[in-house]
T-cell receptor, first 113, second 112 residues
Framework: NAGVTQTPKFQVLKTGQSMTLQCAQDMNHNSMYWYRQDPGMGLRLIYYSASEGTTDKGEVPNGYNVSRLNKREFSLRLESAAPSQTSVYFC????????????FGQGTRLTVV | SQQGEEDPQALSIQEGENATMNCSYKTSINNLQWYRQNSGRGLVHLILIRSNEREKHSGRLRVTLDTSKKSSSLLITASRAADTASYFCATDSDTGRRALTFGSGTRLQVQP
């Protein structure tokens, strides 16, 4: 049972570089989410996708773009990384929008220097 | 802004004692969920309580919900060292954005 798989697990970027965080789920869930976790601040929603072909901004979308490639995959792109984007990024999925439990990946620890 | 705020931020107890964590939120909700996060890992779902429920049990976990006070509590009975983790409440609001909103968490340390 893979659940939610995120790649990479760790990444160091220089300011201004770009990268894409990949996420895939094998539970046939409709909804997928990207959160970031900073010390003492819990998880904050970056973007979410209620279904294939739709995406919506969350609480902290600036500096990020997303693509819901198909039902399984939801990627997060940083076009020009900034030190303020140093964080741990979590992808999650759920069967319906918030009504049921969410399943989380193991996280991507990103450092921007 | 955070929807849920947990209290206390950190809690240290001895094995066998009970641990109580509280969560307050701001908007009306469909349900409230509790998650656990071990250090360096993803979040794992513990329990969900719907807005029309007042109390729910799952093993050593007991969750209460008071929608009039917009608050919830998570009680872990007979704690074990393996319960050491961070615990987060998350709300599913019935208005606006349809995604879980998380609180800042309670760090629980259970001393053996």
């Amino acid at each position: 049972n893979a659940g939610v798989t995120q790649t990479p697990k760790f990444q160091v970027l220089k300011t201004g570089q770009s990268m894409t965080l990949q996420c895939a789920q094998d539970m046939n869930h409709n909804s997928m989410y990207w959160y970031r976790q900073d010390p003492g601040m819990g998880l904050r929603l970056i973007y979410y996708s209620a279904s294939e072909g739709t995406t919506d901004k969350g609480e902290v979308p600036n500096g990020y773009n997303v693509s819901r490639l198909n039902k399984r995959e939801f990627s997060l792109r940083l076009e020009s990384a900034a030190p303020s984007q140093t964080s741990v990024y979590f992808c999650a999925s759920s069967d319906t929008r918030g009504h049921t439990e969410a399943f989380f990946g193991q996280g991507t620890r990103l450092t921007v220097v | 802004s955070q929807q849920g705020e947990e209290d206390p931020q950190a809690l240290s107890i001895q094995e066998g004692e009970n641990a109580t964590m509280n969560c307050s939120y701001k908007t009306s909700i469909n349900n409230l969920q509790w998650y656990r996060q071990n250090s360096g890992r993803g979040l794992v779902h513990l329990i969900l309580i719907r807005s029309n429920e007042r109390e729910k049990h799952s093993g050593r976990l007991r969750v209460t919900l008071d929608t009039s006070k917009k608050s919830s509590s998570l009680l872990i009975t007979a704690s074990r060292a393996a319960d050491t983790a961070s615990y987060f409440c998350a709300t599913d609001s019935d208005t606006g954005r349809r995604a879980l909103t998380f609180g800042s968490g309670t760090r629980l340390q259970v001393q053996p």
